[in-house]
């Protein structure tokens, strides 16, 4: 369907990746009907902060919000909130909601994110447990959220390690569980994971690596966590950190193709030209990895795929893509990523642990594929910028901390 | 409330009402200034929220911070009153605060 046929666009999902489609389409100059669902109750805000900054009592729901709620009437935004799509009829173009209301569409737009993984153990319902990726998760955690409560983690990825992090800081006490032998095994290179598991350690946090928890225990609330080796952990507040699932239940229901994640090509299309997918609930083709088939779960890969779809369906001038990043904060770390790290071979450092403030970049042979900054942002945009142009630095050019990154990256080919 | 007054580089000028503890980015991306892109929301993550500050205002808005200055220097078309809007916070002192933005984030 050509961009002047389109005149209803419905997207599903009012969260990042929703939200700033029906903006940039509007930007664009887009005319026709926009409905933006979400069965959340809230207008489409920034999650990041949950974790963060929210979770610390430092800011306030409104503040979280992408664009204040009445911006959407004046944009001419049909946002529906509290409201679920329940079937999506390909042929008819057409979406039902809950309650049997039908909508039709011309572009439907996938943006329905991903939900966290339940422990599967017993006691996983008990009053206590808790997932992070709401603000309702959030308001019911917070208010057990105060010193001498005893909070266990299980799973040690960024989100749970924020979330430790602030506990620590709000005087709780606070042990991560992780299956694997090292926090953030998924998502960053032994020697940077060391570094934080170090921090959280100094801080307070105690480690249970390799553990591998077999149940909740309590009869109404949780009490403890116990461990497959019999150990047991006494528990007030339970973390669920082990993942998330790509929300998928409408695109295979649809028949859309579907592995982990909505299959897009680069323009976030999916196997039907009329239905696009973007956000943690898709994967595209990332154009500086070979066009490798990727799932990201980030702001900026929300961002960008409401850009791209925008130009999409507006016929408008594609954006220009960025290599994918990624930012955590832990204590007065900031953690700043850009590329993928996956498949290196070498990893190089400037600056030292010690300090608190370096960069890890990795190498898949002479290709910079990316970095984990700590604390160093010149060091995570000069290797962004490097990534995103195509160019690498020798190893040991990189590594010479006496010449400033930026005059670094200037001298690239 | 602190009055802000933005400016596009077309020279188009938006004048906000700003509330107190905000950011100058936050004021702007609420009532969708163009060319404030501001991507990660003020985590000084992305380098998307760059502005030029009125040089008469430069005293109040205080000096860029070292991660942020890092940051900057990456930014396009920099000047010594770049900005990191993020990083500034709207207080009563700076009612009346101009601030004008860049050609593009990007
Ligand atoms: C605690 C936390 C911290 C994070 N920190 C960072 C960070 O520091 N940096 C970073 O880059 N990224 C971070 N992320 C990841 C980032 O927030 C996500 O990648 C981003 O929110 C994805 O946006 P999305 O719109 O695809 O999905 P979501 O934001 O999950 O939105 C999807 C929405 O669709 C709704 N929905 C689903 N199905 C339906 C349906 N059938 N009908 C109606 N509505 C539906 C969901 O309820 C949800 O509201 C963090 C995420 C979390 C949870
Ligand atoms: S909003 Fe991202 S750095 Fe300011």
New binding site residues.
């Given amino acids: 369907m050509s961009s002047d046929e389109i005149k209803r666009v419905i997207i599903?999902?009012?969260?990042?990746?929703?939200?700033e489609t029906a903006q940039r389409l509007r930007q664009a100059g887009f005319e026709g009907d926009i409905t933006l669902?979400?069965?959340?109750p809230h207008a489409p805000y920034?999650?990041?902060p949950?974790?963060?900054k929210y979770l610390a009592g430092e800011l306030t729901m409104d503040r979280l919000l992408l664009r204040p709620a009445n911006v959407y009437a004046e944009e001419k935004i049909a946002l529906l909130t509290s409201?679920?799509?329940?079937w999506i009829d390909r042929a008819g173009k057409k979406v039902r909601?809950e309650g049997g209301r039908e909508l039709p569409f011309d572009a439907l737009v996938l943006?329905?994110?991903?939900k966290p993984r339940k422990l599967p153990l017993v006691g996983a319902d008990l009053a206590g447990v808790f997932t992070?990726?709401?603000a309702a998760d959030i308001d019911a955690m917070k208010p057990h959220f105060v010193a001498g409560k005893k909070l266990v983690v299980i799973g040690a990825g960024?989100?749970g390690l924020?979330a430790a992090a602030v506990a620590r800081q709000l005087g709780l006490d606070v042990t991560v569980v992780e299956t694997a032998v090292r926090p953030l095994a998924r998502v960053t290179s032994p020697e940077v994971a060391g570094f934080f598991l170090d921090e959280h350690t100094r801080q307070g946090v105690r480690f249970v690596l390799g553990g591998q928890p077999a149940l909740i225990k309590g009869s109404d609330r949780v009490t403890a966590v116990g461990l497959t080796d019999g150990t047991e952990i006494p528990a007030d507040i339970v973390l669920a950190g082990i993942g998330?699932n790509p929300?998928m239940?409408?695109a295979q229901q649809s028949g859309l193709t579907t592995e982990n994640g909505v299959i897009t090509d680069a323009q976030c299309r999916t196997s039907d030209p009329n239905i696009f997918a973007?956000?943690?609930?898709a994967a595209r083709p990332i154009s500086f990895f070979d066009n490798r088939l990727c799932r990201?779960?980030?702001?900026?890969?929300?961002v960008e795929?409401a850009k791209i779809v925008a130009a999409a369906i507006t016929g408008g001038k594609p954006p220009a893509l960025e290599a994918p990043?990624?930012?955590?904060?832990q204590y007065d770390l900031k953690l700043q990523i850009a590329g993928l790290f996956q498949g290196y071979d070498h990893i190089v450092f400037r600056g030292v642990m010690t300090d608190r403030a370096f960069a890890a970049f990795y190498y898949q042979g002479e290709r910079l594929i990316a970095v984990d900054a700590v604390n160093k942002p010149a060091e995570y945009l000069g290797a962004k910028m490097l990534i995103q142009t195509g160019r690498t630095l020798p190893r040991e050019v990189i590594a010479d901390e006496t010449r400033p990154m930026k005059e670094l990256v200037a001298s690239a080919k | 409330m602190p009055k802000i007054t933005y400016i596009e580089a077309s020279g188009k000028e938006h004048v906000i009402d700003a509330p107190n503890g905000q950011t100058v980015m936050e004021a702007a991306v609420k009532h969708a200034v163009p060319g404030i892109d501001a991507d990660?929301g003020g985590?000084c993550?992305c380098a998307t929220c760059h502005v030029y500050v009125d040089p008469d205002w430069l005293a109040k808005t205080g000096e860029a911070g070292s991660m942020e200055q890092s940051m900057l220097d990456f930014a396009n078309d920099v000047e010594t009153n770049s900005r990191l809007s993020c990083q500034i916070k709207i207080s009563d002192a700076l009612d009346g605060l101009v601030v004008r933005l860049p050609k593009s984030q990007h």
């Fill in positions: 599903i999902g009012a969260g990042q990746a929703g939200g669902l979400g069965e959340e920034q999650r990041p949950l974790s963060k409201l679920r799509a329940v909601v943006a329905t994110g991903s992070l990726r709401t960024y989100i924020e998330v929300e239940t409408l973007i956000g943690d609930c990201l779960e980030s702001v900026h890969n929300a795929g990043w990624f930012w955590s904060d | 990660c985590a993550a």
